[in-house]
Structure formats: structure tokens, C-alpha cells
């Protein structure tokens, strides 16, 4: 596995992809702090948190769409399969790959909350004879954080099924683009009222099921600095199967 993992985080420098990945998330994730805390005043990073999400529906296709897609197209697929490593092994060294891109970029994103902090300490020392501390809530953003990771997980297990049922990097990334879009705005349905502030959708149940597959309702205790245990099963829950599924895909194709 280990072996595996080495060489994909390879891969990703060697190819442009790792450094678009990265370029574009750390820029967009630079300009979507700055217009959502700074520009507009507010020490909340709620905004910000949610629109990172909505990037996630073009970003994490471009860390997953290669994983297995490149190795058919490439033909060297069936070394994969007869290398001297576990199907399972193959498959969690590509999946770690793409989620230490991932974690990378934003654990180095936080760098943003800086100047939050620079700037709340000179605003706390102007104000010093005030009782109310001014300045973003830690809690809330190490929370966010963490759910950011824990989804992001999720989400890559899901692009590296489609990768592996996929022969073509584009065609997978349409896929994925289209699933994960489902998963992160299904939630949007329950949201909508009609003129009379009802819900669109009637049905209770259609709501909790709609409630359950959206991966963004999970994320909302975390967003308040509370650790959520319910929400950290549903999220590694959601990656177990479909890894588990992308190792029953490539036993099938080495003893098919």
C-alpha cells in the first residue's frame, strides 16, 4: 500500500494536476475568506464554510478522476492487478493519496483566519475598556474544519468508485461532478417554503430521507464547535462503502 500511496503523491507533482488542484483551491479559498469575513465586516466564517463546500462539486473530481481512469487508459491496469500488493491495499494507497491532497490544501487554507485574528487583537486593544471580546469564535472554525475533512473523505471514497468504473479521466469527472452535486445540494428541497412558509415537500418522510443522503445536514453541529459522533459514523460510513465497493470492483476484474 504504502508503495501505491508513494507513487500517486508522485503523480500528482510530476502532472499538472496536483498543482492546478492547489492553485486554484488555495486562491479561491484566499478570495472567498477575504469577501466573506473581511470585505463585509464580520468575524462569521459560517458564509465561508458554505460556499468552500460548493467548491468542493468542481475540486474533488479533479483529485479522483485520474485514480483508476488513468490507469485503463494507460493500460497498466493489469500491472496494478498483478503487483504483489492486496486489492485492498491498492485501493485505500490511491484513496490516501487524493485525501492528503486534499487535507493539505486545507489545513494550508487556515492560513486565512490570520488576519481575522490581527485584525480582532487591534480592534479588542482600541476597545480595551469593553466587556465584549470582538473577534472570530475558534471553536466554530476548528469545528468547521474538522466537518470540512470528514466530508471531504467522504466524498473523495465516492470519486475513486466512479474513477474505477470509468475508462475515460473526463467522463469521470462529469460523473462525479453530478453525483457529488446531488449529495452537497439535495438538502436545498427541505429549504424551500411556499408562499405561505410551508415546505415544498410535504411528505415527512421524503424530508428525513432527503435530510439522511444530503451530506451538508450533518454539518451544522460542527459548524457550532460540537463535535458531532452521529455525524463522524455517517461521514466514514459513507467512505467505507464505497471503497469497499471499488475493492469488490477490481477483485471481479482480477479473477473475472
Known sequence: MLAIYRKEMRSYFINPIGYIYLGVFLVFSALLC????IISGSYDTS???TFLIM????????LTMRLFAEERKLRTEQLLLTAPVTITGMVMGKYLAALTMYVGGILISCINFLPLYIIAKQENADNATSLTHIGPITGEIV?????VILLGAALIAVGTLISALTENQLSAAVITIGVIAVMVLLNVFNLLTDSDGQPIIGSYIVRSVIDWISVISRFS?????IFD?????????IAFVFLFLTVRVYEKRRWG
Not at 55 to 62: A, E, H, Q, R, V
Not at 229 to 234: D, F, P, R, V
Open 34 to 37: 477575504c469577501y466573506t469575513t
Open 47 to 49: 458564509s465561508y464554510f
Open 55 to 62: 467548491t468542493f462539486i468542481i475540486l474533488i473530481p479533479i
Open 143 to 147: 469545528g468547521s474544519v474538522i466537518a
Open 221 to 225: 453541529n460542527f459548524s457550532n464547535g
Open 229 to 237: 459522533y452521529a455525524a463522524l459514523l455517517y461521514y466514514a460510513s
